[in-house]
């Protein structure tokens, strides 16, 4: 028996031995060189994304911001030097499932009659998926809710083998019914929506990692949408994807760019690879700051930030073995970044004198989730959102820790 048992281990590893050495790398195409990662464009728009780890893109965004609030004026008609009204900032963090927290919040928050419109709304991973409804408002709320209670394991994605997925795949999963689920809502006529919330002086950013640069990419959705270039749609769904992406369980998303009119390509996965959630650009606590520093008023500002995860920590039994170990410390590690990312907004906040509300799951949910993207699980968890929401949301003034 141990003979056997030797002998079916040394053909499994002369099996794997020979897959990888006939197996080639998936086909990509030529990387965008070091030198020129802020000169590759999808669709030629010069703000249809921002590389906020340099100055240039950070001067961008930050115009791009303040191009909003000009737009803003124009559709109010509010002449130059008139204070712009109150601005109302909305991030989404990532949590895969447990996006629906944020959706059943969201959707209750609606039903409570106090929601305010958001001027500036981000989100990262599942919550780049929730961002676009809350950013067109309660309109949208009966898409928002289908997409977190109707949705099967089926919808999201296609189980490959480890073994195929280890020797032939980009990840464990296949996510083509992601894209098709996603290319479904965000139909036609949302994205009209999209580019007319746009005009109207708001703003919609998605946030991704760009894995051959090592930088966080942050998507300009609404500019997209409002540019009327044919690849728009296509664009904005395979953002979303790429978004969602999670490293090494779904599979990257490639996007086809040009450099000086050469064909190139970039490699995407989950924004969540830099930042669980992000708020506002740096020209709005600076505007903020200089008024104050000149003894006028500063436009009234509230951020809120809806973390779809808990805060108290996740206590579990960890096997001593080392994918048992090995996948607690990468869980750990996110964990922490998502921490970082709560306490980092509240600190610009109070420097920026933004008003500051958090909202997390509370350790009063106990429902376990049985297996990835579990249905039950999933509207148990909305419904715990939207009743939350419903009798109006106790926000958290500051983190928790």
Partial sequence: MAIAKTSRRSLFALAAAGGLQGCAALERGPAVPRARTSDATVLGLPNERFLVLSRAGLAAMDAEFVAAGERTRRRLALRPGVPLPPINLLAVSGGGENGAFGAGLLCGWTENGTRPVFNLVTGVSTGALTAPFAYLGPAYDAKLRSVYTELSPADILESRSLLHAALFADGLADTSPLFRTISRVIDEAMLADLARAHQEGRL??????????????????????????????????????????????????????????EAKQEMHVDGGAFAQAFLYPAALGEQRRARIRQGTAARQAEAYIIRNARLDPDWATVERRTLGIAGRAISTMITTSGYNDIGRMWANTQRDGIGYNLAFIGSDFTEELPSPFDQTYMRVLFNYGLAAGRRGYDWAHRPPF
Avoid: C, E, H, K
């Fill in 204 to 261: 919609l950013l998605i946030g991704t990692t760009n894995l051959d640069a090592q930088i966080p990419v942050i998507w300009n959705i609404g500019a997209i949408a409002a540019s009327g270039d044919a690849r728009a749609p296509d664009l904005i769904r395979r953002v979303l994807l790429a978004s969602a992406s999670i490293p090494g369980a779904f599979p990257p998303v490639m996007f086809d760019v040009t450099v000086d009119g």
